[in-house]
C-alpha cells in the first residue's frame, strides 16, 4: 500500500485514499501509513457485536477483536477519516444498528 500511495502522491497533486478493511488485523506498518492524513479507512460493521458476529466473523474472539481494533483506529486517527456501512438482512434490527453507530461516535452509515 504504501508503494502505491507514494507513487500516486508523486504524479498527482494532493490524491485521497480510502482503505477497505476488515480490521482483522493492525500492523505498524499499516498504523504508520494512516499517519498520511489523506489516507482514510473504510470497514464493515453490521451492528453490536452479535449482529456482527453472526453476519461478519463468525466468532465471538473475532467481533471483540474487530472492534478493539476500531476504538484503537479511533483514537489514532480519528472519526472523521473512518467510514463505516453495515450489512442489513433484518429490516427489524436497523434501529439497533444505528444506535450502535451512534453508540460508537459515528455520525454517517455508508449505504450501498
Known amino acids: 500500500m504504501k508503494f502505491i500511495i507514494d507513487g500516486v502522491s508523486a504524479l ?3 490524491p485521497t485514499f480510502v482503505i477497505w478493511t476488515n480490521l482483522n488485523e493492525i500492523s505498524r506498518e499499516f498504523l504508520q501509513i ?4 489523506r489516507v482514510s479507512i473504510s470497514t464493515s460493521i453490521d451492528g453490536p457485536l ?17 472492534l478493539k481494533n476500531f ?3 479511533h483514537q489514532e486517527i480519528g472519526l472523521a477519516r473512518i467510514s ?6 433484518n429490516p427489524q434490527e436497523i434501529i439497533k444498528i444505528i444506535n450502535f453507530y451512534i453508540e460508537l461516535g459515528l455520525k454517517e452509515i455508508s449505504l450501498r
Not at 34 to 37: A, G, P, Q, S, T
Not at 50 to 66: E, I, P, S, V
Not at 84 to 89: D, G, M, N, Q, Y
Open 34 to 37: 494512516l499517519e498520511n492524513k
Open 50 to 66: 452479535d449482529l456482527h458476529d453472526r453476519q461478519r466473523t463468525q466468532g465471538r474472539f473475532k467481533a471483540k477483536r474487530f
Open 12 to 14: 498527482c497533486s494532493n
Open 84 to 89: 463505516a456501512l453495515p450489512t442489513i438482512t
Open 71 to 73: 476504538l484503537l483506529l
